[in-house]
Each structure stands twice: as structure tokens, then as C-alpha cells.
């Protein structure tokens, strides 16, 4: 049986993405298959230069190939997107991306952990002391952050084909939440959420926006992955909860962005104590110090801890969020102290 394209495509395709349940051909990465004869080449396109993601990839694609009756070589041609040194600069070949200085993703390895509500929080803090600040919720299959933010508005388009982003608490914001009913269930293959990924961030009007918090969906998945072969990520924030279970998941997170590439801005341990009322004692209910000791052993900065605190659910629930409604509360200060850590690593 004579070789054909068909055939080694077929064969990619089963061929994931390293740390991803998805294969290379469905995420874009392979470029071009020729066949002739008995030979074939392979040219493959990676998100961002990385030396040990490409020995992995050409292992595993030269495995598979070579597995195929009748293929005798295979030439792997890896070749990796150039990024540009500058924040403020994107990939050299998407001439699309807004003119952004600081991409700042907020990720969890698993879901319950509060990544949303750090999210929003963290937007407003940073807003406070920097002008020109958006939020992003690419958590499609979860958003929350309209209802945190009390919006209830659509977002139009402008003259120039842009989405419009939502105006509010001096954020920009867009969410898949403004575009779909509360009662839909947003049940999405991954192209569709990389189509959705790369048009919140090339489609929406964020001129003048020079911070832009990003909330991503929790685990490692396509929206990561589309995030980052999309936009120059500046750096991860990664949120978790003091428990073994929650813990287990950041090194999957920590993992992840190495990977990618991104800089791991830092560890926020959420929901990480309780303070008694009327006493100077305080309750670890979900145990404390995990979050601290992970970000010792990865060897990456630990952000801060938040504490419980009814009035944050509060917050969350009527669309006031804490760091707006009672800035100068021991939760808020520990987000503003959060962004100010954040914002001394990116700008730097």
C-alpha cells in the first residue's frame, strides 16, 4: 500500500501535546507533511523556544511514524515562534495582538480553590495603584466574573468590527459570560475554545489597557495552551488552598507554565486561615502553610495568604467585591500587598 499524507496525519493525531490531553495536529502545531516514496517530512511549529519540549515532541512524532509499514526515514523539521523581548511586543508573526505591556494569567491546578475570586480582586487591587488596567475571564466553561462584578450589560461592537469591552470599577472587562445565557451550558470542543481564546485577546477593543488579568479555566488544558501560543504571557499567577488535595495540583500548575515558557509570578494560598471573632486567635480549617512550603520547594515567590472572610462571598454574590466595597479590610490589604508583589515582577 502506497503512503500517503492521510496516513501520517492520521498518526499525529494521536500524538499529544507534552502535560496535555490533546495531540499536536487539533492544537496547530504541525505545519506541513510531505511524503515521497518511502520518506517523510514532518515541519512542526512550537508556541514559544524551548529545547526540552522539542526533544519531546521529536521523540515521540519520530515513535509513531516510524511505526507506520513502509516509512523507512523521517526528517522533523521544529521550529519555534520568535518572541520578541519586550512586554509590550508580542509575537513577531500576529500582527493582531492589542498593544498590551503586561499579560497577567491567574491559574489553579483544580477547581473549588477561589482562582475566579483572586482574579477579580486581584484586577481591582492592581487598579488602584496602576491606571489603564482590563480583566479577561477565559474561564469558559466556569465564568463568574459577571456575576462578581454585578454586569448584566451585552457587549456591542464598534465601528472597526472590535468588541466593545464592559466598563466597570475602572476595569475593562470581557467574559464569555456576557455572551451566553446563565442557564446555557457552554459545551465547547477545543478548537472552539482556542477560536474563543484568541478572539477575546485579538477581537476586543483593549487600546489603552497596559495590564490585563487574565482568569483561566482551572487544570492544564486547551485554554492554556491557546493562550499561549496567542498572546506573550508575562507571568502565572497560581492559586490554591492549604489542603493536601489542592496541593497536590500545583506542581500540575507550576509544570504547566514551565512548559509554556511563562514565568511563575508567585503561589497565593486562598482561604488559608480563619480569624475568630472577638478573640486574637485565629482557625486553620483547611490547615495552613501548604501554599508557602510548595513555593519553597519549586523554588518560586510565595504571593501571600488570604484569609476566609464572609464578606468576600458577599461580594462575589451581590457583584461588589471586596476589595471595592471594604478596602480596608484584612482580606483587601492582603490582596493590594499581593498585586503590589505582582507588579514588581513584571515590571521589572
Do not use: C
Not at 57 to 76: C, M
Not at 89 to 101: F, M, Q, S, T, V
Not at 169 to 180: A, C, E, P, T, Y
Not at 223 to 251: E, F, H, M, R
Amino acid at each position: 500500500m502506497e503512503l500517503n499524507q492521510e496516513q501520517i496525519v492520521r498518526v499525529l493525531k494521536k500524538v499529544n501535546y507534552p502535560g496535555f490531553n490533546r495531540d499536536i495536529v487539533s492544537f496547530g502545531l504541525v505545519k506541513n507533511v510531505e511524503v515521497q516514496d518511502s520518506n517523510v517530512n514532518i515541519t512542526i511549529l512550537l508556541p514559544k523556544p524551548d529545547d526540552k519540549l522539542k526533544s519531546e515532541i521529536e521523540s515521540s512524532v519520530k515513535t509513531a511514524v516510524l511505526g507506520i509499514p513502509g516509512v523507512e526515514n523521517i526528517n522533523i523539521d521544529i521550529q519555534a515562534r520568535q518572541q520578541k523581548q519586550t512586554p509590550t511586543e508580542g509575537p513577531k508573526d500576529n500582527k493582531n495582538l492589542p498593544d498590551i505591556k503586561y499579560y497577567i494569567a491567574v491559574a489553579s491546578g483544580k477547581g473549588g480553590v477561589g482562582k475566579s475570586t483572586v482574579a477579580v480582586n486581584l484586577a481591582l487591587a492592581i487598579s488602584k495603584k496602576r491606571d489603564k488596567v482590563g480583566l479577561m475571564d477565559a474561564d469558559i466553561w466556569g465564568p463568574s466574573a459577571p456575576i462578581m462584578m454585578g454586569i448584566n450589560d451585552k457587549p456591542i461592537a464598534s465601528g472597526k468590527n472590535k468588541i466593545l469591552p464592559i466598563e466597570k470599577f475602572g476595569l475593562k472587562m470581557m467574559s464569555i459570560g456576557f455572551l451566553v445565557n446563565e442557564e446555557d451550558a457552554v459545551i465547547w470542543r477545543g478548537p472552539m475554545v482556542h477560536g474563543a481564546v484568541k478572539q477575546f485577546v485579538e477581537d476586543v477593543e483593549w487600546k489603552g489597557t497596559d495590564y490585563l488579568v487574565i482568569d483561566l479555566p482551572p487544570g492544564t488544558g486547551d485554554a492554556q495552551l491557546s493562550l499561549a501560543q496567542t498572546a506573550p504571557l508575562t507571568g502565572g499567577v497560581i492559586v490554591t488552598t492549604p489542603q493536601d488535595v489542592a496541593l497536590i495540583d500545583v506542581k500540575r500548575g507550576i509544570l504547566m507554565f514551565n512548559k509554556l515558557n511563562i514565568p511563575v509570578l508567585g503561589i497565593v494560598e486562598n482561604m488559608s486561615y480563619l480569624d475568630i471573632p472577638g478573640t486574637d486567635q485565629r482557625m486553620d480549617i483547611f490547615g495552613h502553610g501548604g501554599g508557602k512550603e510548595m513555593a519553597k520547594k519549586f523554588n518560586v515567590p510565595f504571593l501571600g495568604e488570604i484569609p476566609i472572610d464572609p464578606d468576600i462571598r458577599i461580594g462575589g454574590d451581590t457583584g461588589n467585591p471586596i476589595v471595592e466595597f471594604k478596602p480596608e479590610s484584612k482580606a483587601s490589604l492582603a490582596f493590594f500587598e499581593i498585586a503590589d508583589k505582582v507588579l514588581e515582577s513584571v515590571e521589572k
